[in-house]
């Protein structure tokens, strides 16, 4: 896993994956370290400075999430886009991010940051699903 997996641009990191994360990465520099011959003072400082990350990352409050709300839905036309904005409840919750999905891609898609285009007429729901607890989702209908 990568570190660019467990945050976003502007969000707070997943506390809980990141701490793992850390915790996977300290024990690796300390094994690997040692065995390939790197002296142990370059080995302390880095397992150190890890060590200083995880205890940062320890002391965020974890706040699950508790719902999402998606805003934006409206009419579109078909060949326009329409921007929709997903919610993340309560301010401060671990997961920012959400995938976005539409039920109907024939009639509507919907981007990663949730711009939505049209290419057929057709009501569709459009949902954000949070990536922190994935049994938290926003609807929004397009028309």
Do not use: C, F
Request: proline share 4%; charged share 15%; aromatic share 2%.
């Amino acid at each position: 896993m990568k570190l660019a997996d467990l945050t976003s641009p502007g969000t707070i990191p997943n506390s809980q994956k990141l701490r793992v994360e850390l915790l996977k990465a300290i024990n690796y520099v300390q094994l690997e370290g040692m065995k390939r011959g790197h002296g142990s003072t370059h080995v302390g400082t880095l397992s150190a400075s890890l060590a200083a990350a995880k205890a940062a990352v320890d002391a965020l409050a974890y706040v699950p999430v508790t719902g999402v709300t998606v805003t934006g839905a409206a009419a579109v036309a078909v060949g326009a886009t329409l921007q929709l904005t997903a919610t993340i409840a309560p301010a401060g919750a671990a997961g920012y991010r959400v995938v976005w999905s539409s039920d109907d891609p024939a009639k509507v898609t919907v981007s990663d940051t949730g711009l939505v285009k049209r290419r057929a007429a057709g009501a569709v729901t459009i949902t954000a699903t949070s990536v922190d607890d994935p049994t938290k989702a926003g609807t929004a209908s397009i028309t």
